[in-house]
């Protein structure tokens, strides 16, 4: 993601508070399950609050938001990480790693920026896990609070 300052690599997001930006993080997953385009569920999970590497904890923060995506039918798996490293650029995402990783199970990784959104996402094909399955990690930009208000960490 683009738009640094010299504090860090991490991108400036605006403004908000961490409730705000979490819906916004939430929307972001949302997104990408609907990219996905193959039958399935997602995993029931919310997102979280971190700091921003670099900068100060009690002003800005970060939100992340792990889920997994499991296909109805396990040999739908490589149709959805196809059917995301189709949609993403479509959709404004740039892709900036894609290839297998170096764990013994060699699981596909894919990464891509949003720099108008100010969001990463991190995907990890897992093929060999029961049941097979995506495993997703969203991740913002660094959230400035508004004056006045404190950041909410959960």
């Not at 930006?21 to 990408?32: H, M, N, P, Q």
């Not at 999970?45 to 889920?67: A, L, M, N």
Request: charged content about 30%; some cysteine.
């Amino acid at each position: 993601m683009n738009d640094t300052n010299d504090s860090g690599s991490i991108p400036l997001a605006g403004t908000s508070t961490s409730l705000d930006a979490a819906d916004e993080t939430e929307k972001v997953s949302s997104e990408l399950y609907d990219m996905i385009g193959v039958k399935g569920r997602a995993s029931d999970s919310r997102p979280g609050v971190t700091e921003c590497s670099g900068r100060d904890r009690e002003k800005y923060f970060q939100i992340f938001h792990p889920w997994s995506f499991y296909p109805a039918l396990a040999s739908e798996l490589d149709k959805a990480m196809a059917q995301l490293r189709a949609n993403l650029p479509k959709r404004g995402w740039k892709i900036v790693e894609y290839g297998p990783d170096t764990s013994k199970n060699k699981n596909i990784n894919l990464t891509a920026d949003n720099d108008q959104k100010k969001f990463s996402v991190n995907i990890v094909q897992m093929a060999k896990n029961d049941p097979p399955k995506l495993s997703l990690t969203v991740v913002s930009g660094c959230y400035k609070i508004p004056d006045g208000e404190k950041i909410e960490r959960f």
